[in-house]
């Protein structure tokens, strides 16, 4: 698989054209045969899921640009949006057509000869048909409900996403009707997949799609009448939620009405079976009003992504990554107590090597505690059943203070934040969702304990969310801490969010959108002013996205200055590195691999006396100016050391890691003639399971 470049204008490359480039790199891992089977079937599964956020926000946003102004650039790259929706057109059915090329032809096949099969209609013999037609008419009949295509009848309004069929017909029904065309929708709440009994299944494991049981026996909603052939499709709508904050009174209350048409945006993309004749495939097109790039002709299943109901399914350890044991911090042994550890030195988490249960246990002893007064904490992801909740419910009814700030406008988990709102309210914990305008994205929790008559702040700052399941997916540094200074930052942030006033004077942190940006433009600018007076001069940033022009600028300016640059951006980046005399000294390389690179770390070499920040904020417009965030500074030395030992294996590896050229191409790097093989993922495993002294 190739990394092809792209169009580039000037020095600045195109938002949505490098967020394509990195979901293509995902997509990659997937022909990686050095990886677990069920592993490479889950980077498709993982591509088809980040394309349908892609064309839901993205895309949705550029249609919805072009409709106001069609002719104004999209970026600081020149192109407009309708340029724009071109490139990413051509692109996106390209990495449409290898997504398939990989599943039919390199993963099926590897999990047919592992006895894996998927059966498709043409496949079932007589025994197995005879099963499925009694698991249809008992499961799946009863749930289905047509939609003949008449004046009665138009073109129903298709749910977001939703796998459908149409059909085409020929005869009368009873009423005398003919349109020749009817729609049905699989039911969501069938699962995607069911497994043929042994008995049925014959040599290992038959599974079989829901939606094929539904096409082989679509005559039978059809009494009568002629089912000549039915086709899947699937449509893809503007899923953003649009929020009028000038005449918005009720947060609350404007989130949940936006979320009831969130299933019925405007339509992005439509997906149909390559089978699909054109005259069927043009009537969806017109009644859907797309154009004819938005449409997307699939070879195989709709919806790679229906294909992961077999991680629940197959269990067989050799098809996946080998399980790891995550450390836990070492705690006094007397008192077993976080509040002990922490007024005695720093703690550093380092997700999914570390555990999250490192917090939530630390949330547990802060609600039973008697010192304990209250409790402050940001919630932009907290996920279903959360023991951070569970913790939170249990200090309120302890008789703390406890604050909730819940972030309602976290994208795709709103309604999950609806309703998280309305269970902390239920336990008298205050809620407040944030400032409206500006999405809470700091992840910080405070707790405020009495010790010898005084107020002591405990805190915790991390780059990731306050949500058990990522933190084991996702790599994260999490800061526990007692640090005067810094507690007492965390309390003028957490003030400013409840209450109103002018920004508060921070002493430690960097806090947007008031000094985030300010603070990073000036400590690129002193590493080029070291540069230019001959001093150490370096700066390594790790990110998700880098798309902010004044900061891309500075970096411009630093690299002139012979600043040496590492930028480790998993995602999107719009500087455009190794031009002649702009950016030669810069290197932008991407790490995609077992774990979903989430942390943020800005290093600066400071004349030889590093300072080093971790960041709930990548640097992006939306981060600096439209959100708040948090930037905290490492100040314990052993602590800051590991960090740097950490960006330097990064910067070491040649397995995972794809170095991004002057086209917008990125170039896979590998061991090159008898080079060791630098796995950056494995070697933290392996270091953090050597440090780990106690395990969860």
């Known amino acids: 698989m190739t990394q092809q470049g792209y169009r580039v204008s000037n020095a600045f490359f195109n938002r949505e054209l490098s967020l394509l480039e990195f979901h293509k790199r995902v997509l990659y891992q997937a022909c990686d045969h050095s990886l677990p089977l069920m592993e490479r079937l889950r980077f498709v599964c993982i591509f088809s899921t980040n394309l349908d956020e892609f064309f839901e926000v993205r895309v949705g946003g550029l249609v919805e640009m072009l409709e106001l102004n069609a002719s104004s650039p999209s970026g600081p790259d020149g192109l407009s949006q309708e340029e724009t929706l071109a490139e990413v057109s051509g692109r996106a059915h390209d990495l449409v057509d290898e997504q398939y090329r990989i599943l039919n032809d390199q993963l099926l096949p590897l999990l047919a000869d592992h006895q894996i099969r998927i059966l498709r209609r043409d496949e079932w013999n007589e025994a197995q048909t005879a099963y499925l037609r009694e698991y249809f008419e008992s499961d799946v009949l009863p749930l289905l409900s047509p939609i003949g295509l008449d004046p009665a009848h138009p073109f129903p309004r298709i749910l977001n996403k939703s796998l459908n069929f149409i059909v085409k017909l020929d005869g009368k029904d009873a009423f005398g009707r003919n ?23 014959g040599e290992g494991r038959a599974f079989v799609f829901i939606s094929s049981i539904i096409h082989y026996f679509m005559a039978e909603l059809f009494v009568g009448m002629t089912v000549i052939d039915s086709y899947q499709f699937r449509l893809t709508r503007n899923s953003d939620i649009f929020l009028d904050e000038e005449e918005t009174e009720d947060l609350l ?66 098809f996946y990554f080998p399980p790891f044991i995550q450390a836990m911090p070492k705690l006094p042994k007397r008192t077993n107590s976080y509040f002990a550890a922490l007024k005695k030195q720093d703690i550093l988490l380092h997700h999914p090597f570390d555990s999250f249960n490192a917090v939530v246990d630390f949330l547990r002893e802060a609600a039973i505690d008697p010192n304990v007064l209250a409790i402050k904490q940001t919630l932009y992801r907290a996920g279903s059943n959360s023991p951070v909740v569970d913790a939170l419910v249990a200090a309120a009814k302890a008789g703390k203070e406890v604050t909730a700030i819940v972030e309602l406008r976290a994208r795709f988990d709103e309604e999950q934040n609806v309703a998280l709102a309305e269970r902390l309210q239920r336990y008298g914990i205050h809620v407040i969702y944030g400032v409206v305008g500006f999405k809470t994205h700091a992840k910080m929790l405070l707790v405020a304990r009495r010790e010898e008559s005084k107020l002591r702040y405990y805190v915790h700052l991390g780059t990731g969310n306050y949500h058990p399941k990522t933190t084991m997916l996702y790599t994260d540094y999490g800061l526990m801490t007692s640090d005067k200074t810094l507690g007492e930052d965390v309390y003028r942030v957490f003030l400013q969010l409840s209450s109103l006033g002018k920004a508060s004077k921070m002493d430690s942190l960097l806090y947007a959108p008031f000094t985030l940006h300010k603070g990073m433009v000036r400590r690129i600018r002193a590493e080029k002013e070291n540069a230019e007076q001959g001093k150490p001069a370096r700066i390594i940033a ?26 480790i951006v998993r995602g999107i980046c719009q500087l455009r590195p190794g031009m002649e005399g702009l950016s030669d000294t810069i290197e932008v390389r991407s790490i995609v691999g077992r774990l979903l690179e989430h942390s943020r770390v800005f290093y600066f070499e400071n004349d030889g006396d590093p300072d080093v920040y971790c960041s709930s904020a ?16 490492i100040k314990h030395r052993k602590i800051r050391d590991r960090i740097i030992e950490d960006l330097d294996v990064y910067l070491q590896d040649n397995t995972h890691a794809w170095i991004l050229q002057a086209d917008g191409s990125y170039q896979h790097l590998q061991p090159q003639g008898g080079e060791e093989a630098v796995d950056s993922q494995a070697i933290l495993l392996d270091r953090w399971a050597a440090r780990q002294l106690t395990t969860s």
């Open 179 to 201: 349109s020749g065309r009817a729609i049905v929708q699989v039911p969501r709440s069938l699962n995607h997949m069911t497994e043929l009994p042994p008995e049925v299944a």
């Open 253 to 318: 209350r404007a989130v949940q009405g936006e979320l009831v048409y969130r299933q019925y945006g405007d339509e992005v993309r439509l997906e149909v079976a390559d089978t699909c004749p054109k005259d069927l495939e043009d009537f969806l097109v017109e009644r859907c009003e797309l154009k004819q790039r938005d449409v997307y002709r699939i070879k195989g299943p709709v919806n790679i992504n229906r294909l992961s109901d077999l991680f629940d399914l197959i269990k067989d350890s050799r």
């Open 542 to 567: 790790k990110m998700n996205s880098l798309y902010e022009e004044e900061l891309t600028n500075e970096l411009y300016a630093a690299a002139r200055a012979g600043v040496k640059i590492n930028l």
């Open 618 to 633: 990548d640097w992006m417009i939306r981060n600096m100016f439209h959100r708040v965030e948090t930037c905290f500074p």
